[in-house]
Structures are given as structure tokens and as C-alpha cells.
């Protein structure tokens, strides 16, 4: 018999040794080990069985397997390359024809304040507050007019930001606190920071509020892509003074920087964050009423479902506190300003959600929306957001900036500033958001799914918060309708799971049911619930917010410890002596045209 084999390793190279042997034994089976373990093995006979055996047996040598893992080494990095040259083409062809050229990666400086409603600033239409920071930036940005939040609370809202997903897949159902056991972020999420980092070898910066991770469980910001971080609990000047300390000695000049200025104004401790010389900036209103008149007829909308403490601080304090984060945006602008970074400096000024209602110094202004802090209703998930990028939309956009009005949302931000730094982002996981620059370039992409929308979204706008306030938990949002979504029949009831099952897993088989109904072009402030009007949108809209509900619990980690159930609505707060009612609207057959 004369058998030859073939052990092929690698299509690149391979040595043959030649083994004759005589006799009916087969060879040295350590001879035959020594080859390579194949992915074809091919074993010929030719003729009558004869006493003399020859085998042909492909091997490779120390050297050639060297050169074949050189090989191999050289394909991976050449399609790791043609990889981003790809992804670097498609976005290209995405963006205007005046964007195809954008500049060098620029330097990326995030403002995220805490509880700052869409109405807590001069300029965003607050009667009393001075913010001439703010109002400047706003006066010559990219204006979002319909931007929203991740989540209605801080942990949730902070999660979908950094990472671009929503917050139930990252593992964050709710805003971490002592009740709600091993919740964080997942430690295997990547960041805005960890991205720009590893892809464009940016400088990383976080200062101020984390918020996502506690008692041991989850990872600092350090873990996640940030090279520095203080996590101070400090007013904005104090981390502005931080942010011109790095700009000075802190970064490498060379290299592209993304910083995160996670602000704590106007989250309470309010009166730590509001010193008294901004505090006296509001002490003789120019209406000649009281401050108090005026403050509460500022805050205005919200609607009845949203309580307040009886008995509040002076709204001097509130006011006091938004100057005082305004004077340290204003310094963080004239720090990159006098080192000659501005014009090359994407800057983004936003808040993580709507304003709080419920404590002593509780004056934020939703700007007439219903709900507040908690609630999935436009107040407490609208948020302002605008953008400035002086050197590539200077040509695109005039001095006195440009509103917006497309439907957009934080976790947009991830691949937004990811494309104009011209790193791809994760192809490994899901990525909800998607690139906000051919809004800031204002064109149209081909292919839209709404007429006169610029955006493709595979994951429509949803919000999910299982301890959400007011007595509905989701929301989602198509064109003009917005549909929420509460558990079961009775609002007056709470849910979830009964103790000690835990509510991650609940969550990937809940199923909803109260719903409301509203069209936001003709009702803004969701007066008017039309659900029973139109029940083919309900019909539409129900089943997908569903699915992306199981479908997010289920990406997301499970959380031990977690056994928290939905709040009833209405509630009576025995602290504050006050009963939160539900948010329901009254129905008719207004505006379902």
C-alpha cells in the first residue's frame, strides 16, 4: 500500500518530509504527531497491498511556522485597516457634500448638567434667571428644539449617553441608590471616552458626577476609557479650575482631547452649589411682586401630577446656582479660547434630564411641559442641547447659529462624536443612537424613513423607567405621536415582582398595560389623551415599545439584590405630607387629525 496524507495548516506555506518504512508496522505515531493538526486530511491508495509503505506527510518547520504567524498577523492588521477605511468611506458619504472634507479629529468638551429643565435659562425662555454664558453659546449653536434625555432620572440617562445604547441593555434599569443591589454599568460597555481613546488616541478627562457604579459593584470612570477623573463633589468652578489645570499640564499638546464636565448644578444640595454673591443677584425682582410670585409663575405647566413641598426655600437659591454653573461654563469657554483651542473645539451643552419637584429648593421650570424629574411625559425627559463646532460649520451656518427640529436623543451623542472624530463605533453590540452630523451640516440623507426627516433610525425614541413617576413607566415616540405605556389595569396599584424575586428578570416578560395617546405637533404639553380615538396607532406603537422592552431587559446584566416595586399613583408621601397623583389626561376627540 503506498499511502500519501496531506496535513495542511495554512494556505501560505508548508514544508513535505518523505517517511518510507518497511515492514506491516504503520511509522513512529510520534513521528506523525509532530506534523500539523490539519483541516484536510487525504489518504490515497494506490495498487495491492504490498510490504513496503510510503508515506508523503506535509509538515512545517519552526521557521515556516514562524513566517506563517507573521502572515497571519499582516492579513488581521490589513483588514483591521480596510475595516476603518470602509466604515470612514460610508460616513462620508453620508454627510454633505461641504462636510466631506471635515477637518482633523477636534477637541471634544462635554457640559452635562444635573436637573437642569428645559426652561432653566435666560435664553431657553425663564423670565428671571440670568445666564449670559449660556445665552451667548445658545445665540451661535446648533440648536436641538426637540432633544431628549436617555431616561427621566440621572444614572439611567448618564448610561445611554456615554455608551449610545439604552440604558436597560448597559445594565442600568434605574438610578443607583442603596435599594437597588448590584445595579451599574456593566464593565463590558464601551464609552464615548473608551472609543476616542483606543481609535484616535485622544485625551480623556472626567470631572464632577459619576453615578454609575457604588458600594463595590461596577467600575470607576478610569475602567471605562477615562485617563483622569476626580469625581469631586465640588461646585462647577472648582471643576472648571480643575479643567484649566489639565488644559495647562495635564493633557499631551499633541493629541485631540475629550473632556466630560458632569456638572452636580442644580441637584440638590442646591444651596452648596449657590454662593451668596449670585444668590444677591435676585434679591429685588424688577416686577416689583415678590420673588416668590414671580418664580412660581416662571415654573408654570408641569401639570397637577407633579407635587411640591408647601412650604420652599427662596428661589434665590435655585437662581443663584444656575449663575453660578453659568459664570464656570463662561470660564471653561475663555480657557480654550485664550490657549487657542476654540475654534477647534466640538462643544456640547446639555442636562441629563428634566428638573426636580419634589425638595426645598425645587424652582426648575420644564418650560410649561407636563411631568418633571421621574416621569417618561415630555417634562421630564426634554432636555435642552446645543452643539458648536466653530471651524467645520462655520461655513455651513450663520453667526446667529440654527435651530433644529428634528426629534434626537442622548445617546445619539456616542456615534455623533464618534464620526467627527472619525472613529467607527462598536460593531460587536447594538449601538441605538446614530450620527447627529448631517443635522448639524443640515442635509437630507437618501432614504429616509419619514418625509423630511435626515435621520435613519433602526431603534425608534423609547424611554423605560420601571419606578417611573406619575403612573406610566414607558414611552415611545413616532413622527408626531408619543404613546406611554404603564403596568396592568389600575395605576392605583404598584408592580413588580413579589420579594424576594428580583426585577431584572421580571422585566424580560412584563407585560404593559394602561396607555396614553398624544400628537405633539398639535398638543406640546399632552393635555389631551387621544388613545381611545385612535386605536390603530395604539395598535401600531404598543407592540413595538413591548418589544423593546423585553428586548433591552434581556441584553441587559441581571441585578441581584433589586426588588423594588412600581410606585402606585396616586401616592401619599408621608414625609412631605402631600399625595402625588397620576398624570392621566382627560380624553377627547381633540387634535387626532
Not at 483588514?79 to 454627510?95: K, P, W
Not at 435659562?121 to 428644539?145: E, I, K, M, Q, W
Not at 452630523?437 to 437618501?446: E, I, M, N, Q
Request: with cysteine; charged share 20%; glycine share 8%.
Amino acid at each position: 500500500m503506498l499511502a500519501t496524507c496531506y496535513y495542511t495548516r495554512s494556505p501560505y506555506c508548508c514544508c513535505v518530509a518523505t517517511i518510507v518504512h518497511t515492514g506491516d508496522q504503520l511509522p513512529d505515531p510520534r513521528l506523525v504527531s509532530r506534523a500539523l493538526i490539519s483541516r484536510e486530511a487525504r489518504v490515497s491508495h494506490f495498487g495491492p497491498r504490498e510490504p513496503t509503505h510510503s508515506y508523503s506527510i506535509r509538515m512545517a518547520s519552526p521557521r515556516r511556522r514562524w513566517a506563517e504567524r507573521a502572515a497571519l498577523c499582516v492579513v488581521g492588521a490589513a483588514l483591521r485597516q480596510l475595516y476603518v477605511f470602509v466604515a470612514r468611506r460610508r460616513r462620508a458619504r453620508e454627510l454633505p457634500a461641504a462636510a466631506t472634507s471635515l477637518p482633523p479629529p477636534p477637541h471634544i468638551l462635554l457640559v452635562l448638567l444635573d436637573d437642569a429643565g428645559l426652561g432653566d435659562a435666560s435664553v431657553l425662555g425663564h423670565p428671571l434667571v440670568r445666564t449670559p454664558h449660556v445665552d451667548a453659546f445658545f445665540a451661535s449653536a446648533v440648536r436641538f428644539t426637540q432633544a431628549y434625555a436617555g431616561a427621566p432620572n440621572c444614572s439611567p440617562s448618564r448610561a445611554a449617553l456615554l455608551t449610545g445604547r439604552a440604558p436597560f441593555r448597559t445594565g442600568v434599569y434605574d438610578f443607583l441608590s442603596k435599594h437597588t443591589g448590584s445595579m451599574h454599568l456593566s464593565r463590558g460597555e464601551q464609552t464615548v471616552a473608551s472609543l476616542l481613546a483606543g481609535g484616535a488616541a485622544y485625551d480623556t478627562l472626567h470631572l464632577g458626577k459619576w453615578h454609575l457604579s457604588r458600594a463595590g459593584w461596577g467600575g470607576a470612570p478610569e475602567h471605562f476609557g477615562f485617563a483622569h477623573s476626580n469625581r469631586s463633589f465640588s461646585p462647577a468652578a472648582e471643576l472648571v479650575a480643575a479643567f484649566e489645570g489639565w488644559l495647562s499640564h495635564g493633557r499631551r499638546p499633541a493629541h485631540p482631547f475629550f473632556a466630560l464636565l458632569a456638572l452636580w448644578e442644580p441637584h440638590e444640595p442646591v444651596e452648596r452649589w449657590s454662593p451668596p454673591e449670585f444668590r444677591r443677584m435676585y434679591h429685588r425682582p424688577a416686577s416689583g411682586r415678590s420673588l416668590v410670585e414671580d418664580a412660581q409663575a416662571a415654573q408654570g405647566g408641569c401639570g397637577r401630577c407633579v407635587w411640591r413641598r408647601p412650604l420652599r426655600g427662596s428661589p434665590a437659591v435655585y437662581y443663584g446656582c444656575l449663575s453660578q454653573a453659568d459664570a464656570a461654563i463662561g470660564r471653561a469657554l475663555a480657557a480654550l479660547e485664550r490657549r487657542g483651542l476654540r475654534d477647534d473645539t466640538l462643544v456640547a451643552l446639555t442636562s441629563d434630564n428634566g428638573p426636580e419637584h419634589r425638595e426645598r429648593n425645587s424652582w426648575g421650570s420644564a418650560a410649561g411641559l407636563k411631568g418633571a424629574k421621574g416621569f417618561v411625559y415630555e417634562g421630564g425627559i426634554r432636555v435642552p442641547l446645543a452643539l458648536q463646532w466653530p471651524k467645520a460649520l462655520r461655513a455651513s451656518m450663520p453667526a446667529s447659529g440654527r435651530d433644529v427640529d428634528e426629534p434626537v436623543q442622548l445617546w445619539d451623542l456616542l456615534p455623533t462624536l464618534c464620526a467627527a472624530a472619525s472613529v467607527p463605533p462598536p460593531a460587536d453590540r447594538i449601538v441605538d443612537g446614530v450620527n447627529l452630523l448631517p443635522l448639524l451640516f443640515a442635509t437630507a440623507l437618501p432614504g429616509t424613513a419619514e418625509a423630511g426627516s435626515v435621520l435613519r433610525r433602526e431603534t425608534p425614541l423609547f424611554w423605560a423607567m420601571h419606578r417611573g413617576r406619575g403612573g406610566m413607566q414607558y414611552a415611545l415616540r413616532e413622527g408626531d405621536w408619543k404613546l406611554l405605556a404603564g403596568y396592568g389595569r389600575f395605576p392605583a396599584r404598584s408592580y413588580g415582582p413579589v420579594a424576594p424575586a428580583e426585577v431584572s428578570p421580571w422585566l424580560r416578560a412584563v407585560m404593559l398595560g394602561r396607555v396614553e395617546l398624544y400628537r405633539l405637533s398639535l398638543d406640546p404639553t399632552e393635555r389631551v389623551d387621544v388613545a381611545a380615538e385612535r386605536p390603530d396607532v395604539v395598535a401600531r406603537l404598543l407592540p413595538v415599545l413591548q418589544r423593546l422592552v423585553h428586548e433591552t431587559a434581556r441584553d441587559g446584566a441581571l441585578v441581584t439584590g433589586w426588588s423594588e416595586r412600581s410606585p402606585p399613583c396616586p401616592r401619599w408621601n408621608r414625609r412631605l405630607n402631600l399625595t402625588e397623583h397620576c398624570c392621566a389626561s382627560r380624553s377627547g376627540s381633540r387634535y387626532t387629525k
